[in-house]
């Protein structure tokens, strides 16, 4: 087993405490920034093949416009991305603030605000996928109103 994870559904969003700042669509000169981050998130929760000796491969995410930042004074200090679309549904991925950012309630903000956009933009839930051995992240969706769903594994074979 690689990782234990959960998967969790949101219908309403529950507003976290305030925090500065706001949520912003990344735009063209977001992109490096955006690249070092997903490879930096992709690496630490040891997903997608990740080598922290490589630079970032290019992704999808920031090019077809689902990545958002939650900026404070101009400057991103959290990103999610939205994911996987279906007709009435969507997830939310690559949730991530770096180490010296953490702790000020940006990934709460940043999961809320795009969450709630989804729903404001027609969605009617929104999923994500947590691992369920980082209690800090369990904690942060469950505040915004995302529900646990169902159990899954994560194997690797070698």
Not at 38 to 55: I, R, T
């Given at each position: 087993?690689?990782?234990?994870?959960?998967?969790?559904?949101?219908d309403r969003v529950?507003?976290?405490?305030?925090?500065?700042?706001?949520?912003?669509?990344?735009?063209?000169?977001?992109?490096?920034?955006?690249?070092?981050?997903?490879?930096?998130?992709?690496?630490?929760?040891?997903?997608?093949?990740?080598?922290?000796?490589?630079?970032?491969?290019?992704?999808?995410?920031?090019?077809?416009?689902?990545?958002?930042?939650?900026?404070?004074?101009?400057?991103?200090?959290?990103?999610?991305?939205?994911?996987?679309?279906?007709?009435?549904?969507?997830?939310?991925?690559?949730?991530?603030?770096?180490?010296?950012?953490?702790?000020?309630?940006?990934?709460?903000?940043?999961?809320?605000?795009?969450?709630?956009?989804?729903?404001?933009?027609?969605?009617?839930?929104?999923?994500?996928?947590?691992?369920?051995?980082?209690?800090?992240?369990?904690?942060?969706?469950?505040?915004?109103?995302?529900?646990?769903?169902?159990?899954?594994?994560?194997?690797?074979?070698?």
């Amino acid at each position: 087993v690689f990782m234990e994870m959960r998967l969790h559904r949101l219908d309403r969003v529950e507003r976290p405490p305030a925090t500065p700042g706001r949520l912003r669509q990344a735009v063209a000169r977001d992109r490096e920034l955006a690249y070092r981050w997903l490879h930096a998130f992709a690496v630490e929760a040891g997903v997608f093949g990740a080598d922290p000796k490589k630079p970032p491969d290019e992704s999808p995410t920031f090019d077809q416009g689902r990545l958002s930042f939650w900026e404070v004074d101009g400057q991103p200090v959290s990103m999610a991305a939205r994911s996987r679309p279906t007709r009435r549904g969507t997830c939310i991925s690559g949730v991530y603030t770096p180490p010296e950012l953490r702790g000020r309630g940006y990934a709460s903000s940043v999961v809320a605000a795009l969450s709630q956009r989804l729903l404001d933009g027609g969605r009617d839930f929104c999923v994500l996928f947590t691992d369920l051995a980082n209690p800090t992240s369990n904690k942060i969706y469950a505040n915004v109103g995302y529900r646990p769903l169902a159990d899954f594994r994560h194997y690797r074979f070698d």
